[in-house]
DNA sequence: CTGAAAGCGCTTACAG
DNA sequence: CTGAAAGCGCTTACAG
């Protein structure tokens, strides 16, 4: 692979001239510039990123750390920041933490230690808070995403109570009042604003909500469907309507739904947060919070050129809203 | 920012001693390793994995092209690379070509640049012959992934063929024998193998296909929408069975199928790749050839590891089976 | 307008 | 068993 120096001795300069001129940072003589950029041709010469960014302390790279890459709105999340990545001209370092925090601690290390210019981070529902000090001590720009934590740090997330509310809203409009909230992993900061969300909501409407109707703590569809399925049987006490927190979280509740032989709607109405892609085509058509995934990975980029930019910014967080698609299950 | 040479200093040794007590890449006294281990604590001291990859000619990273990050199989396959990369002890640099050759040339160019140690591409649909030239050029290991090319690379795909044989016999056997090919664009290898695949496994059963019947080169949802709606009035020449070669088109085909208001299964057979996640909790229940996308990105890892280790072995070429999970929508 | 040279932070022959 | 020093390929003051 041909380096500055052959280029520079083809073209008969220094190397500090074909380094001006390739990167614009001072006047060359247009005569000089051609033989640079000829030499350039010839030897098929590219600049080493490794090197040049050793020089400039800066890697025009980025790091994204998610904590679950199979779930969908993750994978949304991935991709709107691989494209404003790739707009802002930065390369994009992808790590998954699978929920564990000692895979997203060495996740980080890594990244760090590659002198990523950012970082990206949705937490791992474990995650401890060392990990955070640890990357503020680096003075390494910190974006947080989707999961947000109470802290002085760039953030973008969804807004989740005012979707919770406006879902809590319609269910009791139509009557419902006992209904089920199955909201996972509470550690998951956006689990628990809607955890947090269903309860305000519920008792601004002056519903109780019997503890047998949260349904709380349960990581998979499995766990879910078992946790479920024994609560569905009590006409009595038992919910008229299911809110899921997250799509795993709605497969595991539907399926104990169908299993007990429930109507969606019908006697029983069901909603999720996140949900199913082209759900629309298919029965029953479910009532979803639709997470505006994919730019939510695009302002957490925006955020971090930001901070790149001006370090003294004040700290600026960023709650988008969702959309809802009402639908049949809840009719 | 501590350095080597900080270490170095605090320990009282030189900087080869800390590089080799680091890498255990020679003998070093006991107490002598002693001092430089908490002299490494002392200083919070971390490698810098930049300068010591410029050194090694190697950034123990790699870097990986995806065509459509918007697509839910790519994103599995995304996930299986990742998850292989980090057991590996390897960073991934992720990019997403959007099906554009240039974005796909820019985006090999720059982790050429970077100087991963290898990389994985799923080529766009129009992605020009050079680019591999050039890879090949720079004698840098490369795997082709899902979208394979008649050449001498390693590769790991699906086997389509035998796929859409195991389709087609499942749908002639229920007395079909009008299929719509929904094959989209052709000059995506996979599909092109999934078009063929079809027209073979039909005349293996006897049985002609009209061009009316082969509805392909619409590359999203609603322009297959456009394309297939039209074809489906006829209950004479029409389809009686619709076959979407991936989700995407599946989407646009079954629009169309609900537009006109036939039912699946009923008025009109319907099989995809691909698929929708979770389609066993919803109805129409759609039979589907599901990819091990994951497993997909798994092996394209193993693929450039074993390269990496063995620059001249053989050319190897996987092809994984689907699995095809046959539900109501065809019975 | 251009060049000689230092230096970014490592690794690794070479020498003892 | 350990160290002094070269060198990876750039960028950037410094000097003229």
Redesign the interface.
Known sequence: ?ATIVDVASLAGVSTSTVSHVLNETRHVEPETKARVMSAVQATGY??????R??RRAR?D?IGLVVSD??E?AF??M??GV??AA?QHGL??????SAEDPA?ERA?V???????VDGLIIARAAGSRAGLLERIRN?KKPLVLLDRLADLDVDQVGVNNQSAMAALVDHLTDRGHERIMLVSGDLRVSSLRERHDGFRTAMQKRGLEVPASLLCEGTVTAAATFDRVRPLLGDSAAGPTAILACS?LLA?GA??AV?HEGLQVPGTMAFATFDG????D????QITTVRQPAFQLGESAVGLLMRRLETPSAPTKILRLESEIEFRRSTD
Chains 1, 2 share one sequence.
């Open positions: 692979m590219r600049r080493d990123a490794l090197a960014s050793m890697t790279s890459a199979g969908p994978a949304d991935v991709h691989e494209e790739a390369s994009l370092l992808l790590a998954n895979r996740a290390e890594a990244l760090l230690d590659r002198r680096e799509t497969a539907l399926r169908q199913f892609t082209y759900s085509l298919f029965q029953p």
